[in-house]
């Protein structure tokens, strides 16, 4: 099994300051024959389910503001929030969807310093 | 609009069986990779299980293979989770999620309120 660590597992930003997330899986998750990275970010905030952020390591999901940047490949990977904004508290995980079965890492916790 | 609608957690006694059912609407149910994802009390996501389009393909975590079974019913637009032989450590918060397009590897784009499954005596 691929398995996804995520660092920190929590970290305070201040309003309008840069958070960033990181994530390791244990094998790659770039897939030759696309040259695509099989990995997503999601944002889950209390008493909701996740959402989709990011996918393909990189990609934006349709309406996520522009201040979300995934960026990475193989197996290093970084979630990048450039000015945090209040709505953005929340835990975020990520996950691969290169092989079965797949897993996610165990989450980031952001708060507001 | 998609939509997916959790139902079927309770409380169970563990060694009991369940069905979780996911009503889906909004999207062509019949070609599209559907998944359970859970989640402990205060914990983190784990991955379950995975229908392919089509319902010809499943995958399991290894902690449910041979106790969970996955499936659908196209006509009624609904997935399944059926879960046998329950244990303290199945008890979780069980979303229902859409793979975006039909392939079972690709992200999970929509995702359910979800049901709630208890295994304590």
């Known amino acids: 099994d691929i398995v996804m660590t995520q660092s920190p597992d929590s970290l305070a930003v201040s309003l309008g300051e840069r958070a960033t997330i990181n994530c390791k899986s244990s094998?790659?998750?770039?897939?030759?024959?696309?040259?695509?990275?099989?990995l997503a970010w999601y944002q889950q905030k209390p008493g909701q389910p996740p959402k989709l952020l990011v996918y393909?390591?990189?990609t934006r999901e349709s309406g996520v503001p522009d201040r979300f940047r995934g960026s990475g490949s193989g197996t290093d990977f970084t979630l990048t929030i450039s000015s945090l904004q209040a709505e953005d508290v929340a835990v975020y995980y990520c996950?691969?969807?290169?092989?079965?079965?797949?897993?996610f890492g165990g989450g980031t916790k952001v708060e507001i310093k | 609009e998609v939509q997916l609608l959790e139902s079927g957690g309770v409380l169970v006694q563990p060694g009991g069986s369940l069905r979780l059912s996911c009503a889906a609407s909004?999207?062509?149910?019949?070609?599209?990779?559907m998944t359970w994802v859970r989640q402990a009390p205060g914990k983190g996501l784990e991955w379950v299980s995975v229908?392919?389009?089509?319902?010809?393909?499943?995958y399991y975590t290894d902690s449910v293979k041979g106790r969970f079974t996955i499936s659908g019913d196209n006509s009624k637009n609904t997935l399944y989770l059926q879960m046998n032989g329950l244990r303290a450590e199945d008890t979780a918060m069980y979303y229902c999620?859409?793979?975006?397009?039909?392939?079972?590897?690709?992200?999970?784009?929509?995702w359910g309120q979800g049901t709630l499954v208890t295994v304590s005596s």
């Open positions: 909004g999207f062509t149910f019949t070609n599209s990779a």
């Open positions: 094998q790659s998750v770039l897939y030759s024959s696309n040259n695509k990275n099989y």
């Open positions: 393909w390591a990189s």
């Open positions: 996950q691969q969807h290169y092989s079965f079965p797949l897993t």
């Open positions: 999620a859409k793979n975006t397009g039909g392939s079972c590897y690709h992200p999970l784009e929509y």
């Open positions: 229908m392919c389009g089509g319902g010809d393909t499943t």
